[in-house]
């Protein structure tokens, strides 16, 4: 394994960890965390061409990832966030620091506490525009429930595998969580 890539595990391990002691998930629920075989992970390198005309150009349409989240590294700006409300808001990269996006399997375990980021990419500049993209997910055969749910609050979403939610996705990109809610 690419050191590089070890060292994105850990911190994915960490920050993984960080969240489920947020949500209050007991040491137990916990197990499956930083075992190497439980883990699954991609590493995506995107090269966004020059394009000298930006304004006519389309980076990366509107989506979700389909992980517990990604991590992602830019140096130039182009990454752009919908909050509701509010619109399109550009996340400006910053020296040193990496971008954590929270995808639709950490929603569903989170029981929605932690919403999937929906993100594009779009040509703001008249340079070549290059990410690095760490996605951090369970295996295919993992289940997928709400955890850390306080006594009487309600699931919203019913247990489902990673391979049965990704499959859904596939078929409609924007109605998966909608798919599996109770």
Known sequence: MVDGQKKMEELAITI???????????????KWLGSPEVA?????????????????????????DNSLFTILHQRISGLQIFKEGVGWGFVQPVTGALVVNVGDLLHILSNARFPSVV?????????QRFSVAFFYSPPADFNLDPLGLSFGQ?????????????????????????????
């Not at 309600?154 to 109770?182: N, Q």
């Open 154 to 182: 309600i699931p919203l979403y019913r247990s489902v595998t990673v391979a049965e939610y990704f499959g859904r996705k596939a078929k409609d990109l924007e109605k998966a969580l909608a798919s599996i809610r109770i």
């Open 119 to 127: 993100h594009r990419v779009v040509m703001k500049e008249a340079k």
């Open 40 to 64: 699954s992970t991609a590493l995506q390198l995107n090269s966004y061409p020059l394009c000298p005309d930006p304004n006519r150009a389309i980076g990366l349409a509107p989506h979700t």
């Open 16 to 30: 993984m960890h960080n969240i489920l002691e947020y949500l209050a998930v007991s040491e137990e629920e916990m």
